[in-house]
């Protein structure tokens, strides 16, 4: 598929829409800061931001400093080399996987990459392994009552579905370097997941771009290093293969159904991946074809959890209550919706790339259906108030889709000063800013 062209009834939106957007974020992250300082609590401490202002140094800062230099100077070679789509795949694993972890340990040293998960620290509490002990009488008894004892768990445990959870338990998984290791592994595989998908969309130079784009993407390095949502991406990109690419044929959207479910049972917010789907359907292929993939999506997740509920009496409807009931009791409960409604994509915009956000809003503008899908659930997620704020760790799933949407309108020659933006993006947040992930 070719990259969408830029026709004269689309330059001016392509123009306007990016620079109300850029307006829009910064008058957000103005009124934010103001209010904060006036002394208003919106729930975080720089709004719309899930921050804080905490510099700190370790001598791996400069080894990722210099990678992310070279890597900003040597990546826009992989456009046109290496030929083979294996190959540039595997380099776009490694290079993400990289610069990851090197990241990932500019602050602390590698400590750094499992310190959110080692029990003992504040933050382990509000995470996965202290609820495994859950598990102990197997997983069949915990899954039947996870809806009944899900409030009693730690607050990722019952705010997410149980697939993780159990994912630990059968790895014997127990230990924060084990956990760490399997996230920023699963994690970094979603940068070669996204090349087939976005060859879907986009030409091959233009798909390129796009993996690109995400192998440098600030908040997929940041929060790709110290957070389990770094899995989750991964799982919703498989869902998203073969949905996106199923064209009307039933066993794409069979496979793409299965995978849905069960990429749902890690994060509810991977639900949103049948949303994009469709949305892209009905924009590229009509309503019926949009039709018949959310047809498939509801049946997938119908049969999944109906199977689940037979096999082991797990209650999906009832974990969504559990962790409904704990997110109305928690922080976000008095984070304001006018101030978030605004401030959750704000936020998602500028934690993934001031580049890669121009851009994607460029082909918003111009009408390209996979940015106009992606703006579609945005929009519904920022309407429903589905999150208020953290939108930089949650959306990180969407953060693969926003860079095909930036792709379309990057030009190939501005890459090497786009990836270069992001690597500096990147590294200053990292360096300037604390965050529990």
């Given at each position: 598929?070719?990259?969408?062209?830029?026709?004269?009834?689309?330059?001016?939106?392509?123009?306007?829409?990016?620079?109300?957007?850029?307006?829009?974020?910064?008058?957000?992250?103005?009124?934010?800061?103001?209010?904060?300082?006036?002394?208003?609590?919106?729930?975080?401490?720089?709004?719309?931001?899930?921050?804080?202002?905490?510099?700190?140094?370790?001598?791996?800062?400069?080894?990722?400093?210099?990678?992310?230099?070279?890597?900003?100077?040597?990546?826009?070679?992989?456009?046109?080399?290496?030929?083979?789509?294996?190959?540039?795949?595997?380099?776009?694993?490694?290079?993400?996987?990289?610069?990851?972890?090197?990241?990932?340990?500019?602050?602390?040293?590698?400590?750094?990459?499992?310190?959110?998960?080692?029990?003992?620290?504040?933050?382990?509490?509000?995470?996965?392994?202290?609820?495994?002990?859950?598990?102990?009488?197997?997983?069949?008894?915990?899954?039947?009552?996870?809806?009944?004892?899900?409030?009693?768990?730690?607050?990722?445990?019952?705010?997410?579905?149980?697939?993780?959870?159990?994912?630990?338990?059968?790895?014997?998984?127990?230990?924060?370097?084990?956990?760490?290791?399997?996230?920023?592994?699963?994690?970094?595989?979603?940068?070669?997941?996204?090349?087939?998908l976005a060859r879907g969309m986009l030409d091959e130079r233009h798909a390129r771009l796009a993996v690109l784009l995400y192998a440098f993407a600030p908040s997929a390095l940041i929060y790709g290093a110290t957070s389990?949502?770094?899995l989750y991406a991964t799982l919703a990109l498989l869902a998203a293969l073969p949905l996106c690419r199923a064209r009307g044929r039933a066993a794409p959207l069979g496979v793409g159904a299965a995978a849905l479910a069960v990429a749902s049972f890690f994060s509810y917010a991977n639900l949103a991946i049948g949303a994009y789907a469709?949305?892209?359907?009905?924009?590229?292929?009509?309503?019926?074809?949009?039709?018949?993939?959310?047809?498939?999506?509801?049946?997938?997740?119908?049969?999944?959890?109906?199977?689940?509920?037979?096999?082991?009496?797990?209650?999906?409807?009832?974990?969504?209550?559990?962790?409904?009931?704990?997110?109305?009791?928690?922080?976000?409960?008095?984070?304001?919706?006018?101030?978030?409604?605004?401030?959750?994509?704000?936020?998602?915009?500028?934690?993934?790339?001031?580049?890669?956000?121009?851009?994607?809003?460029?082909?918003?503008?111009?009408?390209?259906?996979?940015?106009?899908?992606?703006?579609?659930?945005?929009?519904?997620?920022?309407?429903?108030?589905?999150?208020?704020?953290?939108?930089?760790?949650?959306?990180?799933?969407?953060?693969?889709?926003?860079?095909?949407?930036?792709?379309?309108?990057?030009?190939?020659?501005?890459?090497?000063?786009?990836?270069?933006?992001?690597?500096?993006?990147?590294?200053?947040?990292?360096?300037?800013?604390?965050?529990?992930?």
């Amino acid at each position: 598929m070719q990259v969408a062209t830029r026709t004269p009834r689309t330059r001016g939106t392509e123009l306007w829409v990016p620079l109300g957007g850029a307006v829009l974020v910064l008058a957000t992250v103005a009124c934010g800061l103001a209010l904060t300082a006036a002394g208003v609590d919106l729930g975080t401490a720089l709004p719309p931001f899930t921050l804080r202002f905490r510099p700190r140094l370790d001598p791996l800062a400069l080894a990722a400093a210099a990678l992310l230099a070279a890597g900003a100077v040597a990546a826009p070679l992989l456009v046109a080399r290496p030929r083979s789509p294996w190959r540039f795949a595997a380099a776009a694993f490694v290079l993400g996987l990289a610069l990851r972890v090197f990241l990932g340990s500019a602050r602390g040293g590698l400590p750094e990459l499992y310190s959110v998960f080692q029990l003992g620290r504040p933050e382990s509490a509000s995470e996965y392994l202290p609820a495994l002990p859950a598990l102990d009488f197997g997983a069949r008894l915990f899954l039947d009552t996870f809806a009944q004892v899900g409030t009693s768990l730690t607050v990722n445990a019952v705010g997410h579905p149980p697939g993780l959870l159990l994912v630990l338990h059968w790895l014997g998984i127990g230990g924060a370097r084990a956990m760490a290791a399997l996230t920023i592994g699963a994690g970094a595989l979603s940068v070669p997941l996204l090349y087939p998908l976005a060859r879907g969309m986009l030409d091959e130079r233009h798909a390129r771009l796009a993996v690109l784009l995400y192998a440098f993407a600030p908040s997929a390095l940041i929060y790709g290093a110290t957070s389990a949502d770094a899995l989750y991406a991964t799982l919703a990109l498989l869902a998203a293969l073969p949905l996106c690419r199923a064209r009307g044929r039933a066993a794409p959207l069979g496979v793409g159904a299965a995978a849905l479910a069960v990429a749902s049972f890690f994060s509810y917010a991977n639900l949103a991946i049948g949303a994009y789907a469709t949305l892209l359907a009905a924009r590229r292929e009509g309503f019926r074809r949009a039709a018949a993939l959310a047809a498939a999506c509801a049946i997938g997740l119908i049969a999944f959890y109906g199977l689940l509920y037979l096999a082991a009496g797990y209650d999906p409807l009832g974990a969504i209550q559990a962790a409904e009931s704990v997110y109305r009791e928690g922080v976000a409960s008095y984070r304001p919706y006018a101030f978030w409604l605004f401030g959750s994509p704000a936020a998602f915009l500028v934690a993934a790339g001031l580049p890669v956000a121009w851009f994607a809003l460029r082909s918003l503008g111009a009408g390209h259906a996979p940015a106009l899908a992606l703006g579609g659930v945005l929009l519904a997620a920022a309407l429903l108030g589905f999150t208020k704020a953290e939108t930089e760790r949650i959306y990180l799933f969407l953060v693969p889709l926003l860079c095909i949407a930036a792709a379309a309108s990057l030009p190939e020659e501005r890459l090497p000063a786009a990836l270069a933006a992001l690597a500096a993006q990147a590294l200053a947040t990292e360096l300037l800013f604390y965050t529990v992930w």
